[in-house]
């Protein structure tokens, strides 16, 4: 099954999950160079229309994801523009920094990751959500992971996902639990 992102981090943690038997295959493993069209107003929207465009211009199955951070006390940003949050180069320090400095002096720190998976088969899609609820720390914290992983602390944890190990933030990052209802719906599906 093909995914459909250019983002080699979600790859990554999305094969570390699947069963053997699924193989992912990326666009970068297709030859796919072109950029997917992201130009709605919602994760969900989003995610579907990255998964319907590839779906449609090869006349492949496919699954995509769109991915959000959000933070409650800056009514919900960046959300859906959290890839290109700090400008149009969609370079990660540069988000984590705006984010900071929107956040400088504010005591809720409240946050939560969402993704949305699109599965598109068929001329079909269904959608499949996973939400990580946590707080968002005052300076980055460890080298691991990406995006907004160093000021990410989940509910419970004393790490941020930067200081985890790829396997520790799979048992329970919003992408592990969409990925668990996408693999359910694949088994009850047939
Ligand atoms: P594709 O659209 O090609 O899948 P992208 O990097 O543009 O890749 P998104 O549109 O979903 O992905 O953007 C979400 C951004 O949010 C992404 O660039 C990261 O910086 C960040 N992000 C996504 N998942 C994350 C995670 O698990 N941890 C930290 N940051 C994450």
Do not use: W
């Not at 997917?36 to 929207?45: A, D, F, H, N, V």
């Amino acid at each position: 099954m093909i995914f459909a992102t250019s983002n080699a981090h979600k790859v990554d943690e999305i094969r570390a999950v699947l069963p053997e038997r699924v193989a992912v295959q990326s666009l970068k493993d297709i030859g796919f160079t072109e950029e997917l069209p992201e130009t709605m107003g919602t994760i969900e929207e989003n995610s579907l229309q990255k998964a319907q465009y590839l779906g449609e211009k090869l006349g492949v199955t496919c699954f995509a994801e769109d991915t959000g951070l959000e933070i409650m006390e800056l009514d919900g940003r960046p959300g859906v523009y959290s890839a290109r949050y700090a400008g149009p180069g969609g370079v990660a320090e540069d988000n984590v920094r705006k984010v900071l400095a929107e956040m400088d002096g504010v005591a809720d720190r409240s946050a939560r990751f969402k993704t949305v998976i699109t599965y598109f088969s068929g001329g079909k899609s269904v959608q499949f959500t996973g939400l990580c609820e946590g707080n968002i720390l005052l300076s980055p914290k460890g080298n691991d992971g990406f995006g907004y992983d160093p000021i990410f602390v989940p509910e419970g944890c004393n790490l941020s996902f930067a200081e985890m190990r790829l396997s520790e933030k799979n048992q329970f990052s919003h992408r592990r639990k969409a990925v668990d209802q996408f693999l359910e719906y694949l088994k009850s599906s047939g």
